[in-house]
């Protein structure tokens, strides 16, 4: 089992930066990548970003491309997203979420991860 923990959640104005982390802990050795998703009120749970735990590959959804940027510590096993240019529309809540192995519809579909975090609050006032 992995556990994660996310931190760093909160308010800021449009244009503003936000930086969250993710902390994980438990059999980190089974990690292949870990992932950003995000839940906005009545919508869909939306893909964010990824990278990979060993070479450090990132996807990112089109949405958030040049603007949001995922980072990785190995040794601490914790990985970051930083939110620059942040707009209302990325008020959501963000889950932390790590994939043991690639299924289908990678890296934005849900079902590739398996083990996420409690989400925390993002939330970009106009």
């Known amino acids: 089992q992995v556990q994660l923990g996310e931190s760093g959640g909160g308010l800021v104005q449009a244009g503003g930066s936000l930086r969250l982390s993710c902390a994980a802990s438990?059999?980190?050795?089974?990690?292949?990548?870990m992932g950003w998703f995000r839940r906005a009120p009545g919508k869909e749970r939306e893909f964010v970003g990824t990278?990979?735990?060993?070479?450090?590959?990132?996807y990112y959804a089109d949405s958030v491309e040049g603007r949001f940027t995922i980072s990785r510590d190995n040794a601490k096993n914790t990985v970051a997203l930083l939110m620059n240019s942040l707009k209302p529309e990325d008020t959501a809540v963000y889950y932390c979420a790590a994939a043991r192995l690639v299924r289908g519809s990678w890296p934005q579909g849900a079902g590739n991860y398996d083990y996420w975090g409690q989400g925390t609050q993002v939330t970009v006032s106009s």
């Open positions: 990278i990979t735990w060993s070479g450090g590959r990132t």
């Open positions: 438990g059999r980190t050795f089974n990690i292949y990548a």
